[in-house]
């Protein structure tokens, strides 16, 4: 063994940021995904909007049909916000936050060998050979590795009980025949 990572409890808001990245940039490599590039701009952009327009009449008197109307536009801008983010491929947090979430209680190791990874968890122990990752991202908090099975996998920094980050780098570049991609 190589690499060894013992994952538990993923969850922080440094990590959902950037697992949010990694899910979109992983869309954008799709054509839909550069196709709802522009309706997600104009939601992104409406939603900035809204929230500009709020901030600049915030500490001015409101009238009772305005409050009402305030009620109303902050959960839509958020939901314009979050929204136009994730079309636009910048980052899909609550897709990253109901997943993490999901994972939080799961406890999963992954181990790297010479000729294949291998992740197990309480209740299943799974290999794959280096060929099926299709892509390899790194934030300043874990690496992300996507897999042609669809399957993700979280890999803290922290969480290196065998092996060091900058390695792993270097080792994933070797194996995968393909750059590790910085978020």
Known sequence: MIFHVEQDGLFSFGLLWEYGRVLGRSRRRTLLGKLLLFPGAWVLFMGVT??????????????????????????????????????????????????????????????????????????????????SVWNVYEGRRAFFLCLETHRLIILPKKCFTLGEPDAFRRFMDEKCGKPVNML
């Open 50 to 131: 809204f929230t500009v327009g709020m901030v600049t009449v915030a500490w001015e008197p409101l009238t009772p049909d305005e409050e009402l109307g305030m009620l109303v536009m902050v959960p839509l801008t958020l939901v314009l916000l979050l929204w136009g983010l994730s079309w636009c491929g910048i980052s899909r947090l609550p897709a990253a936050l109901f997943r993490l979430e999901k994972l939080r209680r799961a406890q999963m190791d992954a181990r790297f060998y010479p000729n294949r990874l291998e992740e197990a968890g309480s209740s299943f122990r799974t290999e794959y050979p280096y060929q």
